[in-house]
């Protein structure tokens, strides 16, 4: 059984918090702003539009945001071309594998698209996607469901026939909202997840079926329940 399976990036594909770190450090210590690595952290899952106001402060405009914002993206690229990135334990093997197995693929994340690409193509996995949604493609970030409802309907699944794959727990949350299934892949601690694990590569052989067939059987079971109900009712 095969259906669609919904990528997170940063953190779960490929580790780049350290480029992220250090493009957020410096870009806004060229504003005049100094900002902690707890502070940092504290920004996992959301999109720069909601970062910024938090530490440029409330005179911050629209444009001093999209200023900001631009030029820490082109310094994270920058980075990330000049020093590559690796794929996470497992994450490689896993895309490539379900790929051969007839599963689409797409990346859900907040990140600019640009940003995508570009990592995509360092980790050299950009031709096994069919279908990228981005930051730019959405108007509300995780736990909101929109970025998972839309890479489903671009690849043409209903949401019981995707599995998303989230380090957060707002992506996980966005997951659920979307009436998918989630595998939580998190180093320390865990995610409330359908299915929780340390790494990509700790997942068993059939983790990405096995979840599939789960959501077919309940979808199943509800369907029949409205059927049985629609038709006492009219009995």
């Not at 794929?87 to 990346?107: F, M, S, T, Y």
């Not at 026939?161 to 380090?167: I, R």
């Not at 694990?197 to 068993?204: F, I, N, Q």
Request: proline fraction near 4%.
């Amino acid at each position: 059984m095969t259906g669609a399976v919904l990528w997170d990036l940063d953190g779960t594909l490929v580790d780049s918090e350290e480029f992220h770190w250090q493009s957020w450090r410096d870009t806004m210590a060229e504003e005049g702003v100094k900002v902690t690595r707890a502070q940092f952290v504290e920004t996992f899952g959301l999109r720069n539009d909601e970062i910024l106001p938090r530490w440029l402060g409330e005179a911050a405009t629209a444009a001093d945001i999209a200023r900001v914002s631009s030029a820490k993206e082109v310094l994270y690229r920058k980075l990330v071309r000049a020093a590559g990135l690796k794929p996470l334990p497992g994450a490689a093997e896993w895309v490539r594998k379900l790929g051969d197995l007839g599963w689409r693929q797409a990346i859900g994340s907040s990140a600019p698209r640009e940003n995508i690409d570009v990592v995509l193509e360092a980790l050299g996995l950009a031709a096994c996607f069919d279908a990228i949604v981005s930051g730019e493609d959405v108007t509300a970030g995780k736990p909101d469901p929109q970025v998972f409802l839309k890479a489903a309907l671009k690849l043409g699944f209903p949401p019981h026939h995707c599995v998303v794959v989230e380090d957060s727990a707002a992506g996980v949350e966005a997951a659920r909202r979307a009436g998918m299934s989630s595998i939580g892949v998190r180093r320390n601690g865990s995610l409330a997840a359908t299915l929780a694990a340390k790494s990509l590569a700790d997942l068993p052989p059939d983790a990405f079926a096995g979840l599939l067939a789960q959501d077919s059987e309940s979808e199943r079971r509800k369907l029949y329940t409205i059927e049985e109900g629609e038709s006492i009712g009219t009995s």
